[in-house]
């Protein structure tokens, strides 16, 4: 079992930056494929980035100014958020994948103000 705790969200205006973090528990978080979501209200949870065996995957509406990371010594990845769009509000979600099995994090709110 893997629980995933994220942290990191909060309001912004337009241009600015956040770092979403994910804390997750377990001896065997490298082994785990990792992707952020996010969900705006009225949408569809949508996939932002993934990060699987070093390699990273952005949905094209963040590429160049999303950055997905992780540390295996901290078991815990990150996104960075650069130029942030109020078009980018939303509940970001962090998700872990392995064999078959998955988990998602509780989400946490990201608001960008024009």
């Known amino acids: 079992q893997v629980q995933l705790v994220e942290s990191g969200g909060g309001l912004v205006q337009a241009g600015g930056s956040l770092r979403l973090s994910c804390a997750a528990s377990?001896?065997?978080?490298?082994?785990?494929?990792m992707a952020w979501y996010r969900q705006a209200p009225g949408k569809q949870r949508e996939l932002v980035a993934t990060?699987?065996?070093?390699?990273?995957n952005y949905a094209d509406s963040v590429k160049g100014r999303f950055t997905i990371s992780r540390d295996n010594a901290k078991n815990t990845v990150y996104l960075q958020m650069n130029s942030l769009k109020p078009e980018d509000t939303a509940v970001y979600y962090c998700y872990a994948w392995h064999a078959g099995l998955e988990f998602w994090g509780q989400g946490t709110q990201v608001t960008v103000s024009s």
């Open positions: 990060m699987h065996s070093e390699m990273s």
């Open positions: 377990g001896r065997t978080f490298s082994s785990y494929a």
